[in-house]
């Protein structure tokens, strides 16, 4: 699990947005969480099957903007 919260803290910092943003973004799919819990997920500290939905919907979501970026480009 921390894997996959590194993958994400690295992806987030490839294309330049931060937590909030993907907060923002688990919040338009129904995902509750704060910056506090996020921090914790990422991290390998909280696990559980909120985590792990919030880790997959948070890789989905990441891959999509990419993918839509690089459509732009």
Known sequence: M???GHKIR???AEIAKTQVWLINRLSQHGIVTDKTEMSAILSGARRGP???RILE???KILDEYRDEYRDKC
């Open 2 to 4: 921390f894997e996959e």
């Open 10 to 12: 690295v992806i987030l």
């Open 50 to 52: 909120k985590a792990d």
């Open 57 to 59: 919907c948070s890789v």
